[in-house]
């Protein structure tokens, strides 16, 4: 097992080997680093983690301190690319909104849901009232947006991707310097993907650029303020409360994405409370292993924050 002074010293020199977008004025911040390190080796999440025939994978967490000018940025392997089952659904988001944005469709379009794009048997959660797509259903641009994100509908996602275009959204992608983050598949079996994309790699991302994108929200500079205020409503109506925001107290708001699938449970977002961060957190863990850890990870970060920044308690 790795001792804790090499988690101490390795462990930063690894995190920024990606470093942050110098164009957002976000500054690497080793003490942060080293902090986020100890609390991750503390929960046995720093180690290396079985994901089946995918093999070996670790942790990618970011932390974006957004109480100090200017904001400073710390993590765990943050430019480490790993699945991020639904949170890609968020770049996804954020290019229809600039189509929206540009003209080119409204919120209140009508798009005709239509087969394979209908995966969904069952609801990701339970108790949202809305029904699942169906093959022929007519509804909204904003209708399947906030389907996508607040209920994380695949069906909806796959609508929004053909919407989109994924030649669109990876322009997008690059444009901001999120090379490896582009979308390559659809939320359905190879077998029933576009020609060119049935043998694509599967979709990855990294905390590194999932915070930069909230980031981008929160500073109102994903792509342009209209944009960033529209995925800001979208992030800020998530359904999906068990993963991050269970370690928050509830006087903050959790403005997130989420993302669960086998091996992989992943949570990124804006916390504003008391302090104010970017967090960006990919575990390769099951769902059921992943949540409480979570809950740790999460509330010991807040806390972190508030130690590092007592004056936002005044």
Sequence with gaps: ????????????????????????????????????????????????????????????LAVIDLNSTPPRMGGVYPGN????????????????????????????????VRSPNDVDQEKEISYDPRPLLRNGDTVTVNYLLDLMITRSDNSAANCMIDL????????????????GSEVTRKFLSRKFEDPGYDTA?????????????????????????????????FLGRQLDTTKLATGLPRNAMFYHKTGWWSYWTNDVGIVDGDVRYVVACFLPLEEEIARPKMKELSRRIYELMVERNPARRD
């Design 164 to 179: 989109a275009g994924r030649k669109n959204i990876n322009a997008m992608v690059d444009g901001f310097g999120w090379q």
């Design 81 to 112: 690319f790993i699945y991020p089952a639904s949170v890609y659904k968020m770049y996804v988001a954020a290019a229809v909104l600039k189509k929206v944005s540009d003209g080119e469709i409204s919120l209140w379009s009508p798009i005709v």
């Design 1 to 60: 097992m790795r001792s804790v002074f090499l988690l101490t010293f390795l462990v930063p020199f690894l995190s920024f080997s990606q470093s942050t977008n110098s164009t957002l004025g976000i500054v690497p911040d080793s003490l942060l680093t080293r902090r986020l390190t100890t609390i991750v080796h503390d929960l046995g999440l720093d180690g290396n983690f079985n994901v089946g025939e995918d093999g070996i994978e670790q942790i990618s």
């Design 201 to 233: 790699r599967g979709t990855e991302t990294c905390a590194l650029h999932a915070a930069e994108f909230m980031y981008r929200v929160y500073t109102n500079q994903l792509l342009n303020p209209w944009v960033s205020q529209q995925m800001k409503s």
